[in-house]
């Protein structure tokens, strides 16, 4: 470690330029949430669509409803095409997901960056084309029952566009543009994640019941009307929050993939490389713990010894979204009164770890319903990273910092799947719930991240001058 990274460095000392979020600004709320809603019925559609097929094709004639969840009997033959069903479900859905999350990681490594050149409202613009075109082509697959391998197809499209991770970039890159660095960032921040988390929960309510009194067409056509209209809000509506002075010139590929790492081992941020790792890797083992905890969870609802209808799957969706998504914009300003960010986060993460350690042992509805509970402030250890690291970068940076952290996000999107369903394959005969330890695993290790952070850096704001001092001793 070079003498200058043990010395503490006084970052953003600049006079701060007066940022507002106007009323204009508050199209993104609506253009981005029509998308996550969309998204979350889509993956509900899907997912079930897919455990559907593999039932039929397997002549397995149960409903999985509550009688099959009461075989016990390994030999016997219902008993076997019940799992059989699982494990299939759960090789579709790994599929399904490596084919958006793997593309999905080149893509969010370069796209994001040229925000800072060609501004935001393109990264949402090609995004949302993207999506318009995967639920059509999922909306034919369902209609003409064509072949799974069509929604691969599908979910590909979606990926090479760089998927939701691109938006999100897009997202808190708009937000940093029209917001001063600190507790007013880190509110809408956070604001922001609570209602798209609203949004997943009225999404998760509506694909429930949509899919069991309408089966699996009519909610995907839905998804695409809605789609539509998010990209048309983006196209003509989605102000451009890129400053003239802050425009960065046209540069080749490599070179912004460089700017997506220089945070982390360029001199030009020496004295700040160690905080800036330390919250990335924070984001990262948030990312691997919740980023698919909603497919996990389907599967886990779906096999014994719940084995819940779809109705029951949307509420359980509906409940833990909403209790995260109002805890984080009711009790974001009391906690900032009295707690820090890195504090929070700290909270959090301890939060996430109580709420998957009560999964994992859970064997009754009861308990299952009360996974939200501990849950509740389980997604601000996200909004506090990002939102220290958004205010630690300078404005025509942003950009390449948001990059940098779809990245990682999309190293999750990718391995997150691959893990949580091979884990799941692998233990369902003798501990469903056991992938369920290994996320609060990663939670722990969060945990640890971000107390090393909290005794290697003090912040101190000061009227309109942020100063971040960063030390590695």
């Known amino acids: 470690m070079s003498v200058n990274e043990r ?6 000392t600049n006079k701060i330029v007066s940022r507002t979020f106007k009323c204009k600004h508050f199209i993104l709320f609506p253009t981005a949430n029509l998308l996550f809603f969309g998204y979350v019925v889509q993956f509900y559609v899907i997912s079930q669509w897919i455990h559907n097929v593999i039932q039929k094709k397997a002549n397995h004639q149960g409903d999985g409803g509550p009688s099959e969840c009461s075989l016990s009997n390994s030999s016997d033959p219902r008993f076997i095409s019940f799992q059989n069903v699982e494990k299939r479900t759960a090789v579709w859905q790994l599929y399904f997901m490596i084919a958006s999350s793997l593309p999905a990681f080149f893509a969010t490594a370069i796209l994001p960056s040229y925000s800072d050149t060609f501004g935001r409202r393109f990264l949402f613009v090609f995004s949302y084309s993207a999506y318009l075109l995967k639920y059509i082509l999922c909306g034919l697959t369902i209609f003409y029952e064509w072949h799974l391998i069509w929604l691969i197809v599908a979910s590909f499209l979606e990926g090479i566009t760089g998927s939701y991770f691109t938006v999100y970039s897009g997202c808190y890159s708009f937000i940093a543009d029209v917001t001063e660095p600190g507790r007013q960032r880190t509110l809408v921040f956070t604001l922001f994640d609570g209602i798209q988390l609203l949004t997943l929960t009225l999404g998760g309510f509506v694909a429930g019941y949509f899919i069991e009194f309408q089966g699996y067409f009519v909610p995907m056509a839905l998804c695409t009307l809605i ?6 809000l983006a196209l003509i509506f989605l102000p451009e929050t890129l400053q003239e002075e802050n425009i960065c010139d046209v540069t080749s590929v490599f070179t912004n993939l460089k700017r997506t790492v ?3 081992r360029s001199d030009e941020f020496s004295g700040k490389r160690a905080a800036y790792t330390l919250l990335v890797l924070s984001i990262f083992t948030a990312e691997m713990a919740g980023s698919n905890r909603a497919s996990i969870e389907l599967l886990y609802q779906l096999g014994k010894p719940f084995c819940w209808p779809s109705q029951k799957i949307g509420l359980f969706s509906a409940a833990r979204h909403a209790a995260q998504g109002l805890a984080g914009i009711c009790l ?12 929070i986060a700290i909270i959090s993460n301890f939060s996430n770890t109580a709420s998957f350690v009560l999964e994992a042992f859970a064997k009754s509805d009861l308990m299952l319903y009360l996974v939200p509970v501990p849950a509740l ?3 601000l250890t996200v909004s506090m990273s990002k939102s220290l690291m958004s205010s630690m970068t300078d404005p025509d940076k942003q950009g390449s910092l948001f990059a940098s952290i779809t990245a990682v996000t999309s190293i999750c999107g990718f391995t997150a799947p691959f ?17 369920f330890l290994v996320l609060a695993g990663f939670c722990l290790l969060g945990f640890t991240l971000l107390l090393i952070f909290a005794k290697t850096q003090q912040v101190k704001t000061t009227g309109e001058t942020i100063e971040k001092v960063v030390s590695d001793d």
């Open 7 to 12: 010395q503490p460095l006084i970052v953003n």
């Open 227 to 232: 789609q539509f209209c998010a990209w048309v």
């Open 262 to 264: 220089d945070f982390y």
């Open 332 to 343: 974001i300003t009391p906690l900032k009164k009295c707690l820090s960010e890195v504090s």
């Open 377 to 379: 402030l389980g997604r």
């Open 419 to 435: 893990l949580n369903n091979a884990v799941y394959a692998a233990t369902v005969t003798f501990f469903n719930g056991f992938i």
